[in-house]
Every structure is written in structure tokens, then in C-alpha cells.
């Protein structure tokens, strides 16, 4: 490890080498500048310059960038890594670094994940290429740190030859200007003389066409346009480049980086070939520039990867569709995002480990309280008016007392932030935030009295939720109730109640410091705009696309030194929402990540998008070239895991339908005596009709919609002789309590326990049913049992070949749980409960026989809603 000086020589040397161009040279000018500090130091520290020369040179060395998260269409490489001697992104780093203070993990990953961004652009320096049009996508998470990975990126493609960067950055000028504001300080500002910026640091502006006529090409300066994604900016884009001198405009080199780029952009027009105004600026636009590349940037890519990548006839220009590469950023490590929150499929459900558990953060707002808070329809919303409700007085209390909190841990001239998000109606967001700013005003003087009736609610909430969370969540100290009441009149001072929508004019403004605010929005809030030290959300709103319900997720982020404080107070059924979406945000990444093993490309391929019932995937006008979505089943693993456990009769059906099948192929004489004598139940070659048969008499929970009879029964249908012969287990555990029924000729059976989650309502889900190990149920003892998922599918497909495997499971109807896991509660089911899994055989790439599904398209009153408020901001943005 180099000492310290040779730490400050390397940075020494680092700045000096974008000025000279060379490492000796910059070595050189490092030398004089010690010897100007004291004549001769230079001299004496010769040792530590040339270690230190040494290391900054091994800088230079070629990076292999293994595309570890990327699909991509083949071509050769071209780009190796940033280099010390490159101008934007060396600066950039150390910003981040000594100004920001970031941990040094956090930006090596984002200089890994930017590399392999950079590197699947076309390159800018080709000799034999001057022209090129390339389209790809880059998936990020929700809150993420997507701008900081568009930064990196367009630092590097800068210095690999790019002269150009146009981004467009949003709907409204707010979201416009906070990305504007952020690439200036964090890139702009790192060089200020190498750059000509074409858009202001004004709200209010937006781009113009330069009084020159067009664009110009710089030797020595970058361009830099941040751009609204509204009709008339784009025109002016537009006008730009059609103003440019040809020659000039053969020589730039431009990157058009889409922010949100699944929101607006996307053809949206009832016909594919009625383009929506803004799709079709934005491909005019890049069908004039002859040497471009367009990366779009998104968390919820539901209706990119549903854009049809071929032109229709008489289609002249391009659509979006990523065909040159498709990269799913990994996930950051100190992120706190769906998995965190909603955890993990367990690899044994039966003691899953605390981390697949998620965080315990969410509390329910019950149904009579949203009846408080929201209109029930647009009829009713201008005579609507809001009323306090107990739930939301205990949110704003646990708000408050974060606050202090966050004061007593020395972050008071920190940003604070509750976000209250009860409605699409405009009306509603002025008068729900006056009924809490009334709220909190009638009762300032109780609120900081802790002998109060308030003051001593705000106790007992801060007592109940300090035990909620494992105590490794953060190293910030435990702060005691007497803390929380001396810093909660100085919290009281500072809160604000701002509205965000577009109509509103009271708005937040993170420039100013230490801001203190009780948010109440709408849409606004739901793209884009970044809520600083968010800690409290009271969420009703639902939404019927995942798109749009996943990006009012913005709870999700980083939050250093408070990460024991952020609560979610939502309706059940949309935490039971989020947590499906979570898992379909997963799968298509798995799915990138399978397509990216076997070495195909982003026109190879389709990305699979699971239907949730009740919601839409995107937009209905998105998806033309998906109304007909494809599921396959091929090389997954599927299960049952929500279960009516309160259906006595449901239950005792399905029990039933498993009884009859298995008495069936035991009088088959399929039972296999060498699993027998191990004491396990299976059955080997059974037919495929005695499958179907089960599977037509068995009840799936309707959220599992990828079982239900109408995708699963026409897909064992589908001929493949794959599906002829089955194995079929009887999963049981060997401590387990035994089945109250028997289950046909073969009696009762030793269950497994199966505690619900801490949901109320009518359904039970369990989170998961399967152990990774019953993967290889039908194996025996013959595979080494560790590994993942597909490890085991692998090994598995190797040891029995092509053959689907069914399983049963008899599920404890009284499952209690851990006493540690405070976020499961018992079964109590009312009859013995039957779960399945099933494991197919094939690779999820293969094509072989799809079900299409119809997509459920967004409801009209929807529509009207999110209409209303678009047109809403627009007017605001003099749109």
C-alpha cells in the first residue's frame, strides 16, 4: 500500500496529465512545481514521485470489459477504459470522491458500469464508419443513481471522441432543470472552459436555437444540451440542426442520452404508423444527424422492450427499440430498493434467513381512512373535502420525530422530506396539504409537549418502531425519546407544506438549504423528481400500470446515516401490488442476464413481461407490437405461494383434486422404489393426461396469473413430447406435524410449515413454496445440492433429462412462525392446505410453443385522470 505522500503525488500527477498529455511530461511539471514549494523537495521525495509515477502508469493498461450486464449486438471492441491524460471523466471521479464525498466503492461501481456502457456505443473515432446510427437502453432501479451512471457516461464517451451531447430530461421544467443543474455541477463545472452549453440554468427557459443558426464544431469544446421533452423545444432542436452547416454536421460526433425515456418517447399514437408528436420529433431528429448514438435510460422498461423493432411498410423513419444492446445496471450495494424492502425469494421457505424476509417498514392505512382521504371518482372530487384521519396523524407524528432525530444525530441542516400522495385530482393536493398544515398548526404547542396526549402518542410511536428493523441497518446511535422532544420545537419552526403538481405555484426547492417538508403531489412525483432525505411516504393512490406504479416507489434510494427511519404507510392491496412488481422486475432482468449467457442479441430476443391481474404493463397505446404478450414456460420454475386459507371449501377441493391424482398413478404402478426405500414419495413416466386432469380440477389463487388454466392447460396441450411423461413428488418434512386429510391411497402426510406474511385480508401469501434443493427432488442423492436456481435446473436437465416434474405439498393449515420473524404471522388456514410447484424442463431462450395473453388496457377514468393533470402541468410550463 503507498503512503500518504505517495497518495498526494499520484493526484499530483493525475491533475497535471490532462494539461500535458503525456506521463513523463506531467511527471516533469510535478517535479517543478515541489521544487517552486521548496527549492530541492523534489530531490529529496525521488523515491516516492517514481512509485508514484509507476502506479498512475499502470492506469494506462487496457481494461478487459466483460459485458457482464449487457446484451449486445456483435461488434468489435474499441473502447478499453478511461485513461489518466482524458479531460472530463478523471475530474468527474475526483469530484465525486474529495468534494462529494462518496465512498470509494460506490464510484468504483459506477466507473465499472459506465465502462461497459461506453464500451457498447459505437465508436465515435471509426475510420471506416462515418456514419452510424445505433439505438440501446440502459435499466436502471428506482432512485437509484441513474444520473450519476449518465454523468460517468457521457464524461467518457466525451473523452473517447463523442463532441456532442444532447439529453432530454423530462416533461416539465422542473424536472428538466434539476437535471440540468446536477450535469452542471458535477460535469460542467469540473472543466468550465471546455464546454459550450446551449440550454440555461433557468427553470423557466428551455432550448433555443442558436442565434448562429445551428451547431458548430468545436476542436476544443464539448456541447451540451439539456432539453424538455415537449413538442416545442424538440422543434427547435430540430430547427438546429437543419440550420447546421452540412459539413459541420458531418463532423459532429453526438450522444442523445433519453432520461425516462419509457415516458414520452415511446409511439404512443392509436396507429403504428400515427406517430405520438413527441416519438416523432425525437426520430426526426436523430434521422438528420448522420453520426448518432440514442441510449434511453429507465427503471420501469415495461413498454421499451415492447416497441416493435422492425419498420412497418411505409414506416420511413426508425422507432426506438434497443437494438444494438440492452444493459442492466447492477445493483447498488448501499441501495435501498424493492429487494430490500419486500425481500427475496428464500432458498428454503421454511426458515427463510432475514435478508430474504425484507424490512419490516410498511404500515397499513385501512380502508375507512382512504375513504377520508380521496375522492371515490372524478364526480365527486370538486365537492370532495378531505378529513384527518388516525393513520395519517400517525405518520406526520413518526414524520416529526425523525426530524428530530435526524437533528439529534448532527443532520439537522440536512434535507427532510414526507411525501403524501393521496390522489391524481389537483383539487385534492391544496386541500389535503392545508388539512395537515391546519392540522399541525392547531396542535404546535401539544406536539412539542411530551406530557401532552400528542406528546405522549409521539412516545409510544418512536418506542414501537425502534425495535422493527435489525439493529446492522446503520452505525447512526440509537436517539431516546428525550432527544426527539428537545429538537422538536426547531423541527416545527422549519416545516413547510408545499404542493407539487402542475398547477401549483407553492412548490419544493432543494436549492435553499436545509429544507424541512410535508409534500402533498401527484404524477409530478412519480418521474424523475428526486424527494432529498425522503423518510415518511402515506401513499394511497393505485395505478394500473406497472410502469407508472413502480415509479412512485420514490422511497426507494440511498439513505446514509438514517436507514433505520424510512415508513411506508399504503393500503394492503398496494404493498401486494409492489411486492408482485417487485418479483416482474426481477424476472426481466434474469431474463437480460439468460439472454446475455447465450451470447444473443437484443433483435434475437423477446423480453418476457408477467401479467399481474387487474393491471396493465404500460400504456395500452404503447404496446402494438405486444397486444398479444408472450409466456413461456420453458426452463422456469413455477409455484403457488397466495392461498384463500379462509375458502373451506376451495381448500377441501383442491385437496381433494390432489387425492385423485395421486391414487391414479399409484394404481398405475409408477412408484419409484428407490425413492421409497429413502422414505420419499415420487412417481415416475406418469402420463400427461393425468397431469391436465389435476391441473383442471386445482384452483390457483387468481394473482398467479401465469397458473391459471387458460395459459397453463392450452401450453401442455401444445404437442411438444417433452410434456408426454412427468415425475410427480409428494415434498413432505420429516419433523413435520401430520395432515389433519389423507391424501388419497397414499394416507396422511408429515407437512411443511408455511407462515403467512403480516397481511390482512382474505389471502395468504407465504412469499414462496419451494426449497431450492426440491428442484432436484426427482435426483435422489446424486447432486450436489448447493449452487443456485439454475445451477441445479442445469444439473438436473443433465441427470433426467427433458422431463417436467410436479410437486405437492402438504402445507401445515396452522403454520406458526419464528417468534423472531416479526413480519410473519400464522396460516391459520381452515381446512389442510395443498401446494404445487412445478419444474419444467428447456431453457427460457428457446422459442418453442408461447400462450398469448391479452393485455388489460388502463380504464378510461384513468386515463381522463392522468390526462387532467399532464395538461395540467403543461399549462404550467406555458406548453
Same mark, same amino acid.
Given at each position: 500500500?503507498?503512503?500518504?505522500?505517495?497518495?498526494?503525488?499520484?493526484?499530483?500527477i493525475?491533475?497535471?496529465?490532462?494539461r500535458?498529455?503525456?506521463?513523463?511530461?506531467?511527471?516533469?511539471?510535478?517535479?517543478?512545481?515541489?521544487?517552486?514549494?521548496?527549492?530541492?523537495?523534489?530531490?529529496?521525495l525521488?523515491?516516492?514521485?517514481d512509485?508514484?509515477?509507476?502506479?498512475?502508469?499502470?492506469?494506462?493498461?487496457?481494461?478487459?470489459?466483460?459485458?457482464?450486464?449487457s446484451?449486445?449486438?456483435?461488434?468489435p471492441?474499441?473502447?478499453?477504459?478511461?485513461?489518466?491524460?482524458d479531460?472530463?471523466?478523471?475530474?468527474?471521479?475526483?469530484?465525486?470522491?474529495?468534494?462529494?464525498?462518496?465512498?470509494?466503492?460506490?464510484v468504483?461501481?459506477?466507473? +465499472? !458500469?459506465s465502462?461497459?456502457? #461506453?464500451? &457498447? %456505443?459505437?465508436?465515435p473515432? $471509426?475510420?471506416?464508419?462515418? =456514419?452510424?446510427?445505433?439505438r440501446?437502453?440502459?435499466?436502471?432501479?428506482?432512485?437509484?443513481?441513474?444520473?450519476?451512471?449518465?454523468?460517468?457516461?457521457?464524461?467518457?464517451?466525451? +473523452? !473517447?471522441?463523442?463532441?456532442? #451531447?444532447? &439529453? %432530454?430530461a423530462?416533461?416539465? $421544467?422542473k424536472?428538466?432543470y =434539476?437535471?440540468?443543474?446536477?450535469?452542471?455541477?458535477?460535469?460542467v463545472?469540473?472543466?468550465?472552459?471546455?464546454?459550450?452549453?446551449?440550454?440555461?440554468?433557468?427553470?423557466?427557459?428551455d432550448?433555443?436555437?442558436?442565434p448562429?443558426?445551428?451547431?458548430?464544431?468545436h476542436?476544443?469544446?464539448?456541447?451540451l444540451?439539456?432539453?424538455?421533452?415537449?413538442v416545442?423545444?424538440?422543434?427547435?432542436?430540430?430547427?438546429?440542426i437543419?440550420?447546421?452547416?452540412?459539413?459541420?454536421?458531418?463532423?459532429?460526433?453526438?450522444?442523445?442520452?433519453?432520461?425516462?425515456?419509457d415516458?414520452?418517447?415511446?409511439?404512443?399514437?392509436?396507429?403504428?404508423?400515427?406517430?405520438?408528436a413527441i416519438?416523432?420529433?425525437?426520430?426526426?431528429?436523430?434521422?438528420?444527424?448522420?453520426?448518432?448514438?440514442?441510449?434511453?435510460?429507465?427503471?420501469?422498461?415495461?413498454?421499451?422492450?415492447?416497441?416493435?423493432?422492425?419498420?412497418?411498410?411505409?414506416q420511413?423513419?426508425?422507432?426506438?427499440?434497443?437494438?444494438d444492446f440492452?444493459?442492466?445496471?447492477?445493483?447498488?450495494?448501499?441501495?435501498?430498493?424493492?429487494?430490500?424492502?419486500?425481500?427475496?425469494?428464500?432458498?428454503?421457505?421454511?426458515?427463510?434467513?432475514?435478508?430474504?424476509?425484507?424490512?419490516?417498514?410498511?404500515?397499513?392505512?385501512?380502508?375507512?381512512?382512504?375513504?377520508?382521504l380521496?375522492?371515490?371518482?372524478?364526480n365527486?372530487?370538486?365537492?370532495?373535502?378531505?378529513?384527518?384521519?388516525?393513520?395519517?396523524e400517525?405518520?406526520?407524528?413518526?414524520?416529526?420525530?425523525c426530524?428530530?432525530?435526524?437533528?439529534?444525530?448532527?443532520?439537522?441542516?440536512?434535507?427532510?422530506?414526507?411525501?403524501v400522495?393521496?390522489?391524481?385530482y389537483v383539487?385534492?393536493h391544496?386541500?389535503?396539504?392545508?388539512l395537515?398544515?391546519?392540522w399541525?398548526?392547531?396542535?404546535?404547542?401539544?406536539l412539542?409537549?411530551?406530557?401532552?396526549?400528542?406528546?405522549?402518542r409521539?412516545?409510544?410511536?418512536?418506542?414501537?418502531?425502534?425495535g422493527?428493523?435489525?439493529?446492522?441497518?446503520?452505525?447512526?446511535?440509537r436517539?431516546?425519546?428525550?432527544?426527539i422532544?428537545?429538537?422538536?420545537?426547531?423541527?416545527?419552526?422549519?416545516?413547510?407544506?408545499p404542493?407539487?403538481?402542475?398547477a401549483?405555484d407553492?412548490?419544493i426547492?432543494?436549492?435553499?438549504?436545509?429544507?424541512?417538508y410535508?409534500v402533498?403531489?401527484?404524477?409530478?412525483l412519480?418521474?424523475?423528481?428526486?424527494l432529498?432525505?425522503?423518510?415518511v411516504s402515506?401513499?394511497?393512490?393505485?395505478?394500473?400500470?406497472?410502469?407508472?406504479?413502480?415509479?412512485?416507489?420514490r422511497?426507494?434510494?440511498?439513505?446514509?446515516?438514517?436507514?433505520?427511519?424510512?415508513?411506508?404507510?399504503?393500503?394492503?392491496?398496494?404493498?401486494?401490488?409492489?411486492?408482485?412488481?417487485?418479483?416482474?422486475?426481477?424476472?426481466?432482468?434474469?431474463d437480460?442476464?439468460?439472454?446475455?449467457l447465450?451470447?444473443?442479441?437484443?433483435?434475437?430476443?423477446?423480453?418476457r413481461?408477467?401479467?399481474?391481474?387487474?393491471?396493465?404493463?404500460?400504456?395500452?397505446?404503447?404496446?402494438?407490437?405486444?397486444r398479444r404478450?408472450?409466456?413461456?414456460?420453458?426452463?422456469?420454475?413455477?409455484?403457488?405461494?397466495?392461498?384463500?386459507?379462509?375458502?373451506?371449501?376451495?381448500?377441501k377441493?383442491?385437496?381433494?383434486?390432489?387425492?385423485?391424482?395421486?391414487?391414479?398413478?399409484?394404481?398405475?404402478?409408477?412408484?419409484?422404489?428407490?425413492?421409497e426405500?429413502?422414505?420419499?414419495?415420487?412417481?415416475?413416466?406418469?402420463p400427461?393426461?393425468?397431469?391436465?386432469?389435476?391441473?383442471?380440477?386445482?384452483t390457483?389463487?387468481?394473482?398467479?396469473?401465469d397458473?391459471?388454466?387458460?395459459?397453463?392447460i392450452?401450453?401442455?396441450?401444445?404437442?411438444d413430447?417433452?410434456?408426454?411423461?412427468w415425475?410427480?413428488?409428494i415434498?413432505?418434512?420429516?419433523r413435520?406435524?401430520?395432515?389433519?386429510?389423507?391424501?388419497?391411497?397414499?394416507?396422511?402426510?408429515?407437512?411443511?410449515?408455511r407462515?403467512k406474511?403480516?397481511d390482512?385480508?382474505?389471502?395468504?401469501?407465504?412469499?414462496?413454496?419451494?426449497?431450492?434443493q426440491?428442484i432436484?427432488?426427482?435426483?435422489?442423492?446424486?447432486?450436489?445440492?448447493?449452487?443456485g436456481?439454475?445451477?441445479?435446473k442445469?444439473?438436473?436437465?443433465?441427470?433426467?433429462?427433458?422431463?417436467?416434474?410436479?410437486?405437492l405439498y402438504?402445507?401445515?393449515?396452522?403454520?406458526a412462525?419464528?417468534?423472531?420473524r416479526?413480519?410473519?404471522?400464522?396460516l391459520?388456514?381452515?381446512h389442510?392446505?395443498?401446494?404445487?410447484?412445478i419444474?419444467f424442463?428447456?431453457?427460457?431462450?428457446?422459442?418453442?410453443?408461447?400462450?398469448?395473453?391479452?393485455?388489460?388496457?388502463?380504464?378510461?377514468?384513468?386515463i381522463?385522470e392522468i390526462?387532467?393533470?399532464?395538461?395540467?402541468?403543461a399549462?404550467?410550463?406555458?406548453?
Amino acid at each position: 500500500m503507498p503512503g500518504p505522500q505517495v497518495d498526494s503525488l499520484i493526484e499530483r500527477i493525475r491533475q497535471a496529465l490532462p494539461r500535458h498529455g503525456h506521463l513523463d511530461a506531467a511527471v516533469t511539471a510535478v517535479r517543478g512545481e515541489l521544487d517552486t514549494l521548496a527549492p530541492g523537495l523534489a530531490q529529496q521525495l525521488a523515491a516516492e514521485i517514481d512509485e508514484a509515477r509507476d502506479l498512475v502508469a499502470r492506469e494506462f493498461e487496457r481494461i478487459d470489459i466483460l459485458h457482464t450486464y449487457s446484451v449486445i449486438r456483435k461488434r468489435p471492441q474499441w473502447y478499453f477504459g478511461p485513461k489518466p491524460t482524458d479531460l472530463h471523466w478523471p475530474a468527474v471521479k475526483a469530484y465525486l470522491l474529495n468534494r462529494k464525498g462518496w465512498p470509494e466503492d460506490d464510484v468504483r461501481g459506477i466507473d +465499472d !458500469a459506465s465502462n461497459e456502457v #461506453v464500451s &457498447v %456505443l459505437e465508436n465515435p473515432r $471509426n475510420p471506416d464508419k462515418n =456514419q452510424f446510427s445505433a439505438r440501446g437502453l440502459v435499466v436502471g432501479h428506482v432512485q437509484s443513481g441513474k444520473t450519476a451512471n449518465m454523468t460517468a457516461v457521457i464524461a467518457k464517451a466525451l +473523452d !473517447a471522441g463523442y463532441d456532442t #451531447v444532447i &439529453v %432530454l430530461a423530462g416533461l416539465t $421544467n422542473k424536472l428538466r432543470y =434539476q437535471t440540468q443543474r446536477r450535469l452542471h455541477a458535477d460535469l460542467v463545472q469540473r472543466n468550465p472552459l471546455s464546454w459550450q452549453v446551449l440550454t440555461p440554468n433557468d427553470m423557466d427557459r428551455d432550448f433555443r436555437a442558436p442565434p448562429q443558426g445551428g451547431f458548430l464544431s468545436h476542436v476544443d469544446k464539448a456541447q451540451l444540451a439539456v432539453i424538455k421533452k415537449n413538442v416545442s423545444p424538440l422543434g427547435e432542436l430540430k430547427r438546429a440542426i437543419n440550420e447546421t452547416y452540412p459539413a459541420v454536421l458531418r463532423q459532429l460526433r453526438v450522444l442523445v442520452i433519453d432520461d425516462e425515456c419509457d415516458q414520452a418517447s415511446v409511439n404512443s399514437a392509436r396507429d403504428e404508423l400515427d406517430m405520438t408528436a413527441i416519438n416523432q420529433r425525437i426520430r426526426e431528429i436523430l434521422s438528420l444527424v448522420p453520426a448518432a448514438t440514442y441510449v434511453g435510460y429507465t427503471a420501469t422498461p415495461f413498454a421499451n422492450v415492447l416497441i416493435n423493432p422492425y419498420r412497418v411498410d411505409g414506416q420511413e423513419l426508425d422507432d426506438l427499440y434497443p437494438r444494438d444492446f440492452i444493459t442492466a445496471l447492477p445493483h447498488p450495494e448501499r441501495y435501498f430498493g424493492t429487494e430490500r424492502l419486500f425481500g427475496k425469494t428464500p432458498d428454503d421457505p421454511g426458515t427463510p434467513r432475514p435478508e430474504e424476509e425484507g424490512l419490516d417498514m410498511i404500515r397499513e392505512v385501512p380502508p375507512e381512512d382512504e375513504t377520508l382521504l380521496q375522492p371515490r371518482n372524478r364526480n365527486e372530487r370538486d365537492a370532495f373535502q378531505p378529513v384527518m384521519t388516525s393513520s395519517l396523524e400517525e405518520a406526520i407524528l413518526y414524520f416529526l420525530a425523525c426530524c428530530a432525530a435526524r437533528h439529534a444525530r448532527g443532520d439537522g441542516e440536512e434535507h427532510m422530506t414526507m411525501l403524501v400522495h393521496t390522489s391524481a385530482y389537483v383539487t385534492a393536493h391544496e386541500r389535503v396539504a392545508s388539512l395537515i398544515q391546519g392540522w399541525v398548526d392547531i396542535n404546535r404547542g401539544n406536539l412539542a409537549d411530551r406530557d401532552s396526549d400528542l406528546g405522549k402518542r409521539i412516545q409510544r410511536i418512536w418506542d414501537d418502531e425502534a425495535g422493527r428493523l435489525p439493529a446492522s441497518i446503520t452505525e447512526a446511535p440509537r436517539v431516546s425519546t428525550g432527544q426527539i422532544f428537545e429538537y422538536l420545537p426547531r423541527v416545527l419552526d422549519r416545516l413547510e407544506f408545499p404542493v407539487e403538481n402542475g398547477a401549483s405555484d407553492d412548490r419544493i426547492d432543494y436549492t435553499v438549504p436545509s429544507r424541512t417538508y410535508v409534500v402533498v403531489g401527484g404524477s409530478i412525483l412519480a418521474r424523475g423528481l428526486t424527494l432529498e432525505g425522503l423518510m415518511v411516504s402515506y401513499f394511497l393512490r393505485s395505478a394500473n400500470q406497472y410502469d407508472t406504479l413502480l415509479q412512485m416507489g420514490r422511497w426507494f434510494g440511498y439513505r446514509p446515516g438514517y436507514e433505520d427511519l424510512p415508513r411506508i404507510f399504503m393500503p394492503n392491496e398496494l404493498k401486494l401490488r409492489f411486492r408482485a412488481l417487485a418479483a416482474v422486475e426481477q424476472e426481466i432482468r434474469d431474463d437480460i442476464e439468460q439472454y446475455r449467457l447465450q451470447d444473443l442479441t437484443p433483435m434475437d430476443i423477446a423480453v418476457r413481461v408477467r401479467a399481474i391481474p387487474g393491471m396493465a404493463i404500460t400504456a395500452a397505446s404503447k404496446v402494438r407490437a405486444a397486444r398479444r404478450c408472450a409466456v413461456s414456460y420453458w426452463g422456469t420454475h413455477r409455484q403457488t405461494f397466495r392461498f384463500a386459507h379462509l375458502d373451506r371449501d376451495l381448500l377441501k377441493q383442491n385437496w381433494h383434486a390432489g387425492a385423485e391424482l395421486i391414487s391414479r398413478i399409484e394404481t398405475l404402478g409408477l412408484r419409484d422404489k428407490e425413492a421409497e426405500a429413502t422414505g420419499r414419495k415420487l412417481w415416475r413416466k406418469v402420463p400427461r393426461s393425468s397431469v391436465r386432469r389435476f391441473l383442471e380440477s386445482f384452483t390457483m389463487e387468481p394473482s398467479h396469473a401465469d397458473l391459471q388454466p387458460d395459459l397453463l392447460i392450452p401450453f401442455l396441450e401444445g404437442g411438444d413430447p417433452r410434456l408426454d411423461h412427468w415425475n410427480v413428488g409428494i415434498v413432505e418434512s420429516g419433523r413435520g406435524d401430520l395432515s389433519e386429510f389423507e391424501l388419497g391411497s397414499v394416507g396422511q402426510l408429515r407437512t411443511v410449515r408455511r407462515a403467512k406474511l403480516d397481511d390482512p385480508g382474505q389471502i395468504a401469501d407465504i412469499k414462496a413454496l419451494m426449497s431450492k434443493q426440491d428442484i432436484v427432488f426427482d435426483c435422489g442423492n446424486r447432486i450436489e445440492q448447493s449452487g443456485g436456481w439454475d445451477d441445479l435446473k442445469a444439473a438436473r436437465l443433465e441427470e433426467v433429462g427433458q422431463v417436467p416434474l410436479l410437486l405437492l405439498y402438504a402445507i401445515d393449515r396452522y403454520s406458526a412462525p419464528d417468534p423472531k420473524r416479526t413480519t410473519r404471522k400464522p396460516l391459520d388456514a381452515l381446512h389442510d392446505v395443498l401446494g404445487l410447484g412445478i419444474v419444467f424442463p428447456g431453457s427460457i431462450t428457446e422459442g418453442g410453443n408461447y400462450i398469448s395473453v391479452e393485455l388489460k388496457p388502463i380504464s378510461a377514468e384513468e386515463i381522463e385522470e392522468i390526462e387532467e393533470e399532464e395538461a395540467a402541468q403543461a399549462e404550467a410550463a406555458g406548453v
